[in-house]
C-alpha cells in the first residue's frame, strides 16, 4: 500500500488556532501523525525581563482568550506566595465566581465549535446564544467581555454588590434553562452519536501514561480534578469530579456538557457563602524565592512556576498549558481513524494553541 | 431522532435574539470601561500611571507639565485610574469612537501656585 | 526550593525517573530555568499522584549532555524539544527530535530564552 503525506492545517475551518500536523495516510486511514508548533509563538515567557511583577498580570491574562481569567489567578496565586502575602477570603470567594463564569462560557464556546466541527450550524448558534448572557454578566460586574482584568497581585481590584449578585443568579438560572433545552440535541441526536460514539479512543492506561489532564483524563475514566486540592475557595466548596468511561469523543463531550451544571452549582454556592470584608491587601516588599502553583483550566491542569530575585522584575516564570499536555495524547489517538473524522478528534482535546504556545 | 425539531419550533414561535441595531441600542453598563478621559487641572505629574501602565501608552513630563497617551495602544485595562492619587483619570462608560485617522490625546497643564506664601503667612500669623 | 525536592545528578537521573515510573507517578512537566552566576541550567522534572506532586532538580553546566527521559515517559519529548530550542540545554536521543525547528526557524542560532545567549550546538556542527 503506498502511503502519503497529508498537511492537516495550519489553516482549517474547524480550528480555532493554527496547528500542523502531518498525516500520514494509507486508503483513508491515518497511520501516524507528526505535530509542527510555533505559528502563534510570541515569547511572552520573556517578557518578565522588562515588565514588573504588577504589569505581568495583565501580559498573563492574554496568554489565552478563553481563560484568561485563570491565567490571571494563578500568576497572582504564585505571586502572593513569594510576597508572603495572604489574600482576604472575600477576595478568594469573588475569584472563584469569576473563574467559575470563565469555565462556563469556554465550555459554551467549546461545545458550538464541536458542532459546527461536523456541520451541525444550527446547534451552534444556540449554544453562542446562551453564551452571550454570561458575556452580558462579565460586561456589568467586571468591565469587559472578554479579558476581564479584576484581579492584582493582593486581590482583586472590583466588588459585587448585593443586587449583582441576585442579577448574576437570575441570569444562571436563564442559562441552566437553556443548557438543559439542549441537552438532547447534543447528547441523543442520532448524527451527533453516530459521528462522537467510538471514534478517537484513549483508554485509562493510555491517558495516564501519555499524561492527559482535563476532560481528556476525565473522559477516559481517572477521577482527577485539581480543584479538589482546594486553593483559593475552593476548598469550602462542595463538589464531585465529571467523569465518563468510556475514553471516546463522546464521553470527552458528555464530561464537558456536565461540567456546565457543576459549575453554576458552584456559583450558586460561592454566591450564598459570600463572606464580607475587604477585597485587597496592600503589596509590599518584593518577590523572592520559588514558587509552583496549579490550577484547574476549562481544558485540564494549568502549572505556573515563578523564581524571584528580590528585584522588582522575576528571574523566570514559566507556563505550562494543558493543551501542551495533552498533545501527545492526541497523537496516540490519531492511527486508525478514518481522514474524515480527524478534524472531530482534533477538536475533541479543546486544542487552544495560543496558550500552547504562548 | 428528532430532537433539534423542538429547539427550532420553540425558536419560530418565540421572540427575536437580536436587536435591530443601529435602530434600537443597549444602554451602556456602569460598570464597563470606555474611554479614557483626563483633567488636567487635578494632575500633579507624579508618574504613577506611567509606571502601572502595562503596555506603557502614557507619557508624562513634568518639566514641561505635559500628559499624553496613545489611545490605539491603550488596552482599556483601568489600571491608571485605580493608582492616580488626585483621581483626575476617569473612564466614561462608553466606547472610544471610530476616527478617520491616528491622533494622540496631548493634554498641556500648568504649573501648580507654589505654597511659600501661604507657609510664610502662617508663621508671620503666629 | 520547593517543598517535596529532591536534587539528582546526571548519573542517577534515569534510575530515579524510572523509578517514579514504576510507582506510577504522573509526569506533570519539565521547567527550565537559567542560573545566570553560575553558567549552568537547572532543569526541574515535576511528577504528581493523586494530586500530591515531587521535584528532581538537576543542575548542569551549559554545554554538558543531558539524556532524555522520553524512553521512560513518552510525553517529554515535546518539553524536551521547547526547551532545546528556547535555552540550548543538549538533550540527547529524543525519541522525535526536532532539531531546534519546533518554534524557531532554522536561521536562529542563539538560545534566545537565555540572559548570556550562546550558539547552540546543531548551528556549530553545521558550521564545521
Redo the contacts between chains.
Sequence with gaps: MARTVLPFGPQHPVLPEPIHLKLVIEEEKVVEA?????YV?R?L??LV?I?DF??M???CERVCGICSCIHAVNYCMGTEQLLSLEVPTRANYLRVIWMELHRIHSHLLWLGLFADGFGFE??FM?FW?IREKIM?VM??????RVVI?VNIVGGV??DLSAEQTKWILEELDKVEKGVR??E??IL???TVCKRTKGIGVLTKEQA????AVGPTLRGSGWA?D?R??GYTAYGDLDFEPVVEHDGDCYSRTKVRFREIYVACDLVRQAIAKLPAGEIAVKVKGKPDG???T?VEQPRG?L?Y?H?GNGTNHL??L?I?TPT??N??PLLAMLPGITLADVPIVVLSIDPCISCT?R | ?F??T???L?NLSGKY?TRLYPFTRRDP?????GRLEQNIDECIFCHMCEK????VCISVDNKNFTWSCDPFAC?????CV?VCPTHCLSMSNIHRSVTGERETMFYQGKPKPKKAKAEKAAPAAE | ??PNEQAVTLENLLPEVQKRFDE?L????L????LTDQNAFDV?Y?FDK??N?Q?LRLTVPKEAPVPSTSGI???A???ENEIKDQFGVNFQNIL?DFGCA???EPEVVTS??C?FTYVKKSAKEGEE
Design positions: 507528526i505535530p509542527n508548533l510555533g509563538h515569547g515567557e520573556k525581563d515588565r504588577n504589569q498580570v495583565n501580559i444550527s446547534l444556540q446564544r452580558d460586561e456589568s460586574t467586571a468591565g469587559n482584568s481590584r472590583r433545552q439542549l438532547s440535541t441523543n441526536e442520532y495516564h501514561q501519555l499524561g482527577q485539581v479538589m486540592t520559588e514558587a509552583w496549579r491542569e502549572y512556576y523564581k528571574a523566570r514559566r505550562r501542551f499536555a498533545i501527545p504556545e | 431522532m430532537e433539534m423542538k429547539n427550532v420553540r435574539s453598563y456602569t460598570g464597563y470601561r502601572r501602565c502595562p503596555s488596552v482599556y485595562c483601568g489600571f485605580d | 526550593m520547593l506510577g504522573r509526569l506533570v512537566g521547567t527550565a530555568v537559567e526541574l515535576h493523586d494530586l506532586v521535584h515517559y513518552f510525553l519529548l515535546l518539553a522525535i519546533l518554534y524557531m534566545p530564552f540572559k
